[in-house]
């Protein structure tokens, strides 16, 4: 199992760190009863924008099995997540940003756990309810 993978986020950002694994989704302790079987590439990195604005660029792709929900069969899913997570240093900020379309804003924090952001970046990505299209559940 993968342990946790704890950063100070706005030094990380500052010093344009990175993060980067690749792994089986067995290995994350949250994704692991969700897909059957699979691997992960993710990587994480650190930005400073304009005006000092700190963000995270995350990055997560792999191929996996989830299970049918209809067949209980095995259902390819694709993971392919690229998106940019803005840290706001406080709440006036955090409404600008959330004002912005396809903007994710939240407070910056004073620790982040790497493996345990990417785990909800994943579940977030997932469908209520994985299944075959009707009709298309193997005999
Ligand atoms: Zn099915």
């Known amino acids: 199992m993968m342990q946790a ?7 990380f950002c500052k010093s344009a760190q990175s993060w ?7 290995a994350f302790p949250r994704l692991a009863h ?16 304009d005006s000092d604005a ?20 095995e259902l390819p899913y694709t993971v392919d997540i690229g998106h940019t997570l803005h840290f ?3 709440e006036g900020e955090l409404e600008r940003l959330d004002e912005m379309v396809d903007c994710e804003a939240i407070l910056l924090p004073a620790k982040l756990d790497l493996v345990a952001l990417v785990e909800d970046e994943v579940l977030l990505s997932l469908p209520m309810a994985a299944m075959h299209a009707e009709g298309e559940c193997p005999a």
């Open 5 to 11: 993978v704890e950063v100070e986020p706005r030094r």
């Open 20 to 26: 980067e694994v690749r792994d089986d989704v067995a």
């Open 34 to 49: 969700e897909f059957t079987q699979g691997g992960l590439f993710c990587r994480v990195v650190g930005e400073t924008g």
């Open 54 to 73: 700190l963000s995270l660029r995350i990055e997560i792709r792999g191929d996996a099995t989830l299970t049918c929900q209809r067949c209980l069969g």
């Open 88 to 90: 706001a240093r406080d």
